[in-house]
């Protein structure tokens, strides 16, 4: 179930900046204010949000070790969650955060399983950022084309065991009903797409154990 093609969906912004500028967004802008090539040469760095291809995969590994290196709570296996997904062709999406042709950070969505059966239901994360390229908004922008791409593939739900306010802002929430065994309520996140929220116990995919991460998996997920 996993998407190709390196290009599908860009998402482009400017360093520093909040505003986030789709594809739709950039072809109106070019039809206001048609760029040349001066302009563009003097123009911010921009960030393109893509597919993975088989050439970042050394990349995306040097990213997530990086993002995770100094984090305390962290075991320091995400790199291997990321390749038992990819090695189990269960990694529904793998996005690229890509800066003047340099990967700088890298999100993972994978399929979850619901306890009621309920389908279409993925799991968030790892998401990470280089260390000198955190606090600019990356990850926000990773985590909205992932959403956004999750939605086009008819997903019903995304969750995630993360930071009690972080990911409030894409709205998450605590999840009446719906759990993750071994995990506090307080950082297990759910966000239906279609109104309904599951009720049971949600197990992230067996990847998530890989080279010692706890049974379940899930709690150590976003570096950005």
């Not at 088989?54 to 709570?73: Q, S």
Request: charged letters at 25%; a neutral charge.
């Amino acid at each position: 179930m996993r998407q190709t093609g390196p290009h599908c969906h860009c998402l482009l912004y400017p360093l520093n900046s909040p505003k986030i500028v789709t594809e739709s967004r950039m072809r109106h802008e070019k039809k206001r204010w048609p760029r040349t090539k001066e302009k563009d040469e003097t123009m911010n760095p921009k960030i393109v949000i893509r597919n993975e291809t088989p050439d970042d995969v050394g990349a995306i590994r040097d990213v997530t070790v990086a993002a995770f290196k100094t984090l305390e709570i962290s075991q320091h296996t995400e790199q291997f969650i990321v390749e038992a997904l990819r090695a189990a062709k269960d990694l529904t999406l793998s996005l690229v955060a890509e800066m003047d042709c340099r990967v700088v950070g890298h999100i993972a969505f994978s399929p979850v399983t619901i306890s009621d059966g309920t389908p279409n239901w993925y799991g968030l994360g790892p998401v990470s950022v280089l260390p000198e390229y955190q606090r600019k908004g990356i990850g926000t922008a990773l985590i909205e084309e992932g959403l956004s791409r999750l939605k086009d593939l008819n997903a019903r739900g995304c969750c995630l065991v993360g930071h009690p306010e972080y990911y409030r802002k894409f709205g998450f929430k605590n999840p009446s009903g719906l759990m993750h065994e071994g995990v506090p309520p307080e950082v297990f996140f759910a966000l239906s797409f279609d109104g309904h929220i599951p009720q049971g116990t949600v197990t992230f995919h067996e990847a998530f154990k890989a080279d010692g991460q706890r049974e379940g998996g899930g709690d150590v997920l976003q570096r950005a």
